[in-house]
């Protein structure tokens, strides 16, 4: 994943291709980018920012605005732009306390939650 340049700035979350997930199912990436991508509508669901997997997506540090698809040397990315986020954990992240970034996804393939690990 690229580095990360602040909430101002759109943000990868997810990288295309052959993913597996924590139950070890193989997914293709990049169709999930697109189910992603297809089925985002913030005035039905805003997808929230969380600390690690939580079984019921709260607390909320923050909230998914908008989706784009992007790329890099890799291949395809999915990115989000946040809206709402607290303070004190933009200041945790910008820190170095979360390295990584998770999408979790419904079975319809929208985003469900961005996991900060």
Do not use: C
Not at 7 to 34: C, M, N, V, Y
Not at 63 to 86: C, I, P, R, S, Y
Not at 90 to 105: H, I, P
């Amino acid at each position: 994943m690229t580095k990360f340049n602040g909430f101002d700035d759109w943000i990868p979350i997810f990288r295309g291709g052959k993913q597996i997930d924590s139950s070890g199912t193989e997914h293709d990436g990049d169709a999930l980018i697109q189910k992603a991508l297809a089925q985002f509508d913030a005035g039905k669901h805003e997808p929230p920012i969380t600390i690690g997997h939580p079984k019921h997506d709260a607390p909320a540090w923050g909230w998914v605005e908008g989706l784009k698809k992007g790329t890099d040397k890799l291949g395809n990315l999915l990115l989000a732009k946040f809206k709402h986020v607290q303070p004190e954990f933009a200041q945790m992240v910008e820190k170095g306390l979360f390295k990584k970034r998770s999408a979790a996804f419904y079975p319809d393939g929208s985003l469900r939650h961005v996991a900060f690990l």
